[in-house]
């Protein structure tokens, strides 16, 4: 099997592409990356000696590229490449279109030309909108996405559908929950939040905090897309969860007490626009279909994943630096505090 893992530079995809080559020993797996400030070689530095594991630094919404790989012969792709960020696309919602609509629409064109046995499309929970205390996203849950990123992602996966009606390309489409665990980029709530208990940092909350996400371990998300590329059915979308609802002064807390830290580290700060109350998956579909069941419980993944950033001080602290601070400044220095 040759596989081509985009976006495969980042937090899921380098998790993603270490377990596929640890469970697939056989299996030729390239990365193809544009390395965003969000990719990061050092992610997969352990592959590199792998003669099975290739990197490419190209774009997704280059078409001459794509096609390039692809006319060499891949079997399968799994589409992780994408603007991630909520906050980011609130900023600046241009490269979400570019990379998360446009670049998937290249990449599913390029499929069908050459013949590709498989597309799957990572998508997000973030498609369906928003919950109020009640009720799970199912696969038939309308799309009602609240902000550009999920618009964008909404977006692709619609085109992806079409793809499949319209053309017959082997298209299956994963929405998954907040996922946590080592190589995220420190934006995002849990490795934002560690970074910046080890240093002293406040912990900005947007709004009251009490704002509901449903969290899985990395790896149990990368063993369910292993299992739809190649069990799932063409066509169809795949929830994946965690079954770990949790508010995120919970989430929260529980970093200030692994780290003996004191509360007033907590920062209220004014909320983030169209912000989603609560997200939480029916994942009844692929559990009966694909028999999958998250195994890490969200304490026990926790104390791993801030072990990690832990061990792994040096991996962050060089990204928290030029850029990063710039971001990070515009963002939560500048934000009011309520
Ligand atoms: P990430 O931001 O950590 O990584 C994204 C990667 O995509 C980076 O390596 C970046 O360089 C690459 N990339 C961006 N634009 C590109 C382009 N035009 N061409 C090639 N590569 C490009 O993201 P992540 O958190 O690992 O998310 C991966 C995928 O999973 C995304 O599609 C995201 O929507 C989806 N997802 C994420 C979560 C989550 O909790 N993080 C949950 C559900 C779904
Ligand atoms: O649900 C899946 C989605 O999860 C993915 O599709 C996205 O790519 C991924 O970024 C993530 O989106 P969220 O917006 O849920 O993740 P984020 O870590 O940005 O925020 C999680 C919650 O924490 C959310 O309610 C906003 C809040 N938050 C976040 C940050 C960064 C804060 O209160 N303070 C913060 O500083």
Redesign the pocket.
């Known amino acids: 099997m040759k596989l081509l893992v ?8 380098s998790n993603f592409i270490r377990y596929m080559l640890g469970k697939y020993p056989d299996y030729e797996i390239i990365n ?5 400030y ?3 070689l050092d992610n997969l530095a352990d592959a590199e000696s792998n003669p099975n594991y290739h990197f490419i630094k ?4 280059d078409s001459k590229a794509v096609e390039g790989i692809l006319s060499d012969g891949v079997n399968a792709i799994v ?7 909520v906050d980011r696309s609130l900023m600046n919602a241009s490269e979400f279109i ?2 998360n609509v446009l ?1 998937t629409q290249v990449l599913l064109g390029a499929a069908l030309k050459y013949g590709i046995e498989k597309f799957i499309q ?4 973030e498609v369906y909108g928003s919950l109020d205390s009640e009720g799970y996203f199912t696969e038939d849950t309308p799309l009602a996405p609240n902000s550009p990123y999920s618009a964008s ?1 909404a977006s692709a996966d619609m085109l992806a559908l079409s793809y499949h009606k319209s053309f017959g390309l082997p298209v299956t489409i994963t ?5 946590y665990g080592p190589y ?2 420190p934006e ?1 709530l849990i490795p934002l939040f560690i970074a910046n208990a080890m240093e002293d940092k406040p912990l900005p909350i947007y709004g009251d905090g009490k704002y509901i996400r449903d969290w899985i371990y990395v790896e149990d ?1 990368c063993r369910a897309v292993d299992l739809v590329l190649h069990k799932g059915r063409d066509g169809e979308i795949y929830n994946i969860g965690g079954g770990n609802e949790r508010e995120n002064l919970w989430i929260t807390e529980f970093i200030l007490d692994y780290f003996h830290k004191p509360k007033s580290l907590i920062t209220y700060v004014k909320d983030r626009p169209g912000h989603d109350r609560r997200y939480a998956i029916d994942a009844t579909k692929i559990k009966a279909e694909l028999e999958f069941e998250p195994a890490v419980d969200l304490e026990t993944g926790l104390e791993k994943t801030i072990q990690w950033y832990e061990n792994n001080r040096p991996w962050w602290e060089k990204i928290r630096t030029g850029e990063y601070i710039e971001y990070y400044e515009k963002q939560y220095l500048q934000r009011e505090k309520i």
Do not use: P, V, Y
Not at 6 to 11: E, H, R, V
Not at 58 to 61: G, N, R, S, V, Y
Not at 175 to 179: A, M
């Open positions: 985009t976006g495969g530079a980042g937090f899921i995809g193809f990356d544009k390395l965003t969000a990719g990061n190209k774009d997704i919404a589409n992780f490449a994408a603007e991630t960020h570019l990379t670049g990572i998508s997000t929970d992602k929405r998954c929950s907040n996922n995220q980029f995002k998300h």
